[in-house]
Each structure stands twice: as C-alpha cells, then as structure tokens.
C-alpha cells in the first residue's frame, strides 16, 4: 500500500539549540539528512534570547543541505511536516513581521506571571488546560504588562512551529494556526475538548482574537510557496502539515499508540510521556502535565525535566577538562568516560544526593528550586557527583510513575522506550530501570521525532490510512535493562527521601532569591 521508493517525505525537527530535517522514503527510512546549530544569547541570568527570523533562515538551510544530499536528482517530495520545542511564545504582526522574538522557558523574566496565573486559579487551569505550568499564556501577560507597545502592535501569538511552517507557505494572518499537541502549554485550552476556551481567557484577560486557530496535527495548512521553495530547492506547491510539539512528534516515531505505553526521552528536557485514552487531571500532587497525541483518541500524561540535558552539558564543561582530553585521545564524548568511572559508584553514589534543577523545577512547577548536593564528604569523587546526578532525574520518573499509577489504576506499566541522544548510556539506562522498577528498552533508531513527523505528514496527505497502526511499524527493540530487585528495593528510600527534599529546603532556596546580588 504504502511501497512507492520514488516518493519521499521531509520532516523537520526544531530543538532549543538544533535543526535536524532529513528526507524519508515511504517506508520510514531516512534518504538523507541535515544539521544545523541554532544560536542563543544569554546576557544575563535568567534572560535567553533567540532571533525568530535567524531561526527561520537556519531552516531554510537545513533544507536546502538535505536537498543538495539527496541522490540522484531532485526528490519527489510529497509533504513537509515540522516539529518544535513547544514550552515559549512569539508575536508576529499582521504582515508577519516579528513583534516579539521567540521567548523560551529558559528565558524565566515570565515566571512571576505564571506564579500569579497559579496563585488566581491553578485548579482550574489544571483540569481544564491539563497544566500546572502556563508558559504561553504567562508569556502574554508578561508582555502585555512590561511590553506595552509589543503587545499593542502584535495581530497574532503563537509556537514556533506556527511560526516557522507558516512563513514557508506565506499563510494568511487569520489562519495561523497551532496544533492540538501544543495545548498542555498555553494555559487557554479546554483540554479535552480540543478549543480555546472562554472562561480562562476571560480570567487572565488574554484576547482570543490574538490566538492561533487550533487544528490536528495532520491537517494541511498550505504549501509551500514559489520564492521559499527557490531558496532551499524546493518544488512550490508542496502541502505543509501542521506538525506537532517535538515530545509528541517522538512519541508517534515510537509508537505510542496504545494504553499504557511509555516513552522516556532523554534530551535537552527529558520526558517522561505516557499514553492512555482518557484525560484525568493531576489534581492531588500537581505533577503531572497533559497533552494531546498527535494520534486521535490519545491522551500523554507526562512530565518534564527543566534543562537537563543542558545541565548534563554544564556538568562537563564546569568540571570535566580531563574528561574531555581523554575523550578526544579515545575519540569519543566525555559523558562516556564519565559513565565508565560511575558504573563503580554503589546504588545512591554512597549517600550523596543530588538536585539537578538548575532552571527551576517543571513539574509540579516550582521556579525558585536550583541545583545542590547534599551529604558530601572528603569520600566523594567526581564520578559520585555524576552518577547523583542521574540518579536524581531518576527519581523524578520514579515519583511520575508512581502518580501515573494511582491515576490510571486499571492500566499496567510494564515497559519504558527510551529514546533521545541520552538514550545510548547503558549506565543511566540501567540506574533508570533500577530506580523505577520497570524494564527500560532501547529502540534501533535515534530519529524518532523526524519519524514521527513524516508518518503525520504521509497521514495528513492520504499515503498512510491509519496512524495508530502506521505508527507501530517501524519500531524494533534492542538492548533491554532489566531492574535489580536489590538495587531498586534500597532506591525506593532514596527516592523518597529526594521528594520530600523540596519542602525541606525550599524557604532557604526563596530566602536566597531574595538577597540582593553583590
């Protein structure tokens, strides 16, 4: 049915610090493929700025470089489908020029705003919106209050997905659009019934004449146009699918599609996504966040971890120079070296406690929390500060499962995918699956999000007939990480301990907020 060798896909993946796009035949695997660095200036503490339309040109690069990879001839491309960091905003004026550049959770000048929205109404903004962090709608109410003239001059507010899908088809201002993964973010949404809904943006005085129309994320919103596609050698014409969210685009290419399925993914924001085919809020613990699969009757009750990856990266390059010399000698990456020397390290790295939030915590949200370690002594290494470190994004997952487990009582949670750049350490694979208890599987591909996005994309335009089924077609197991019994039994404590870590130390992380810098 779906065999045809001489059409292709494209799919586009835009990450906080990265551009992947690649060119895929009809059975799922990829031709050719590109990769692009996406700068972000940090000036000051709290403040991340990235350029919207330097964004965009960067796109347009990693397209044309897998068209130019592309042999032999030109591809015939039937569909191009993105997928996006989806936890920010921007604001775009009626003839598309950028009102307000592309605005992160990193940049955190908006968390009083989302402080405020929660303080106003966090329940519910929980049962309605699926969030216990707005970051869309916060971002608004930020410029709206201390962006005056940017609010003012802005005709529409969207994701970069929009954004970036809509410059390449020259939509019109009325018909910006913002697929249903991307809800869980907005704070506006009726979850569950896929709309904007009245009631919040009446709360939060937000005009939702200033939002993007909502639509699946296999809906074509327009084509490419005549000057893009002669930027970035493209035929014009070519139909633009919404896409999706870059978690929920992944989770597709991993084939999430049925009760119970779990998928961690462990990039720059690890995610723990599970799939069920119903919405219930989180509303005792306020953990976890919900969102709509880009695969219709789906639901993700997930959480993510704030940066982690990033913090995996500042962990190597505040500390780990000697690391970094011998992976250049043994041509490798440091995180391998730092890996070897923590598999030696016990379960709980000799009572040496981690918190690795750098950015704030996500879920449940909790801006003012900050990294620390706790409990070390003249005994502990560097290794043992690495391996807390895991283990501690570990617990994180193990205190998600156990909610997901009291919210969905009738669903078995008997396997977790892992996928992601992280996804290759069979050290924090093994501390995962021993701190949760549950089985981890590793999947023989690390393109699942560009998957995800090309399987949309040929079920948006008819070459697929069933998502959920097409979805599983491709996926195929590798290494599995069994849990230790004995490991797991002595975690369950640590783990423990770890949750209760925030209410004990969270007045003296508020206290040191509020002195002033020197």
């Given amino acids: 049915m779906y065999r045809n060798e001489k059409k292709t896909l494209m799919a586009v993946d835009m990450g906080v610090s990265f551009i992947k796009a690649g060119i895929y035949d009809l059975t799922g695997q990829c031709i050719c ?43 015939d491309i039937q569909a191009i489908c993105f ?80 954004y970036i899908a809509g410059k ?30 009245e009631d919040l943006c009446s709360e939060f005085d937000i005009d939702k004449n200033l939002l993007p129309n909502i639509v699946n994320s296999h809906y074509i919103v327009g084509k490419i146009n005549k ?58 613990n306020r953990t976890l966040e919900n969102s709509i699969s880009p695969v219709e009757g789906f639901f993700l009750s997930n959480i993510f971890i704030n940066g982690s990856g990033i913090t995996h990266d500042w962990f190597v390059q505040a500390f780990c120079d000697d690391e970094k010399r011998i992976a250049k000698i043994k041509n490798t990456n440091p995180f391998v070296i730092l890996d070897e020397r923590a598999k030696n390290i016990k379960p709980g790295s000799d009572k040496l406690l981690a918190v690795g939030h750098l950015g704030g915590r996500g879920c449940p949200f909790d801006p003012d929390i900050r990294g620390m370690w706790i409990n070390y002594s003249w005994v502990h290494q560097k290794e043992h500060f690495w391996r807390s470190l895991l283990e501690s994004f570990a617990y994180e997952f193990a205190n998600a499962i156990n909610i997901m487990k009291k919210n969905y009582k009738d669903v078995n949670l008997n396997e977790i995918r892992v996928i992601g750049g992280a996804s290759k350490s069979d050290v924090w694979n093994q501390i995962k699956s021993d701190v949760t208890g549950i089985p981890y599987v590793r999947l023989d591909r690390d393109d699942l999000t560009l998957l995800g996005d090309v399987l949309i ?33 002595y975690y369950k404590k640590l783990t423990k301990l770890y949750i209760e870590v925030f209410d004990r130390i969270r007045k003296i992380y508020k206290d040191l907020k509020n002195i002033p810098n020197f």
């Fill in 457 to 489: 994309a040929g079920y948006g335009i008819g070459i697929y007939d069933n998502l959920k089924e097409i979805s599983q077609k491709f996926i195929n197991k590798t290494v599995k990480y069994t849990p230790n019994n004995v490991n797991h039994k």
């Fill in 33 to 75: 493929s590109s990769f692009e660095r996406v700068p972000g200036e940090y000036p000051s503490p709290g403040v991340f700025i990235q350029k919207a339309e330097q964004y965009f040109n960067l796109v347009l690069k990693a397209i044309k470089e897998s068209i130019l990879k592309f042999t032999p001839g030109i591809p």
């Fill in 83 to 162: 997928s996006a960091a989806m936890g920010g905003a921007l604001g775009i004026d009626e003839n598309w020029n950028i009102t307000a550049d592309w605005s992160i959770i990193s940049d955190t000048r908006f968390n009083s705003y989302a402080l405020k929205m929660l303080d106003k109404n966090s329940l519910d903004l929980l049962k309605l919106s699926g969030t216990n962090f707005p970051v869309f709608a916060a971002k608004l109410l930020w410029w709206k209050k201390e962006f005056k003239p940017i609010y003012k001059k802005t005709k529409k507010f969207l994701f970069l997905n929009g």
């Fill in 227 to 284: 000057n893009i596609a002669s930027q970035c050698g493209l035929k014009d014409g070519i139909p633009i699918v919404a896409g999706a969210g870059d978690k929920p685009a992944g989770t597709v290419g991993a084939g999430l599609a049925s009760n119970g399925l779990l998928i961690d993914e462990s990039a720059s924001f690890a995610s723990l996504s599970l799939c069920i085919d119903r919405y219930i809020p989180d509303i005792e």
């Fill in 168 to 197: 390449m088809g020259n939509i019109k201002i009325d018909d910006v659009f913002v697929d249903k993964s991307h809800l869980q973010w907005t704070a506006l949404a009726d979850l569950k019934n896929g709309i904007w809904s």
